[in-house]
Nanobody, 123 residues
Framework: QVHLVESGGGVVQPGGSLRLSCAAS????????MHWFRQVPGKEREFVAA????????EYDDSVKGRFTVTRDNDKARLYLQMNSLKPEDTAVYYC????????????????WGQGTQVTVSS
């Protein structure tokens, strides 16, 4: 089992940047494929980005390609999401999630979740 805690959310103007972090504890971080999802009230949770345990492969939703970058530091047990050129439609609660088997864009297929961090993009 792994425990996940997100940080780095906040309020930013359109066009600005934020860097989210996810600190993992418990079972070895390098055992998991890691994900970022986001959710707006009244809508389903949606996939944002993911990275394999080794960091050699990443996947992104089309809405964030070229603006967001997911990375990980297995020695520090940390996952990151660098978000640039932020838009008002990026406003959501962002969740860090881990799965021991594979990357998945389907929330119900991902095993462990953090509590989320709010990102608000507004002028």
């Amino acid at each position: 089992q792994v425990h996940l805690v997100e940080s780095g959310g906040g309020v930013v103007q359109p066009g600005g940047s934020l860097r989210l972090s996810c600190a993992a504890s418990g079972r070895a971080f390098r055992d998991y494929a890691m994900h970022w999802f986001r959710q707006v009230p009244g809508k389903e949770r949606e996939f944002v980005a993911a990275i394999t345990w080794s960091g050699t492969r990443t996947e992104y939703d089309d809405s964030v390609k070229g603006r967001f970058t997911v990375t990980r530091d297995n020695d520090k047990a940390r996952l990151y999401l660098q978000m640039n050129s932020l838009k008002p439609e990026d406003t959501a609660v962002y969740y860090c999630a881990a799965d021991p088997l594979r990357i998945s864009g389907t929330p119900t297929e991902v095993t462990y979740w953090g509590q989320g961090t709010q990102v608000t993009v507004s002028s």
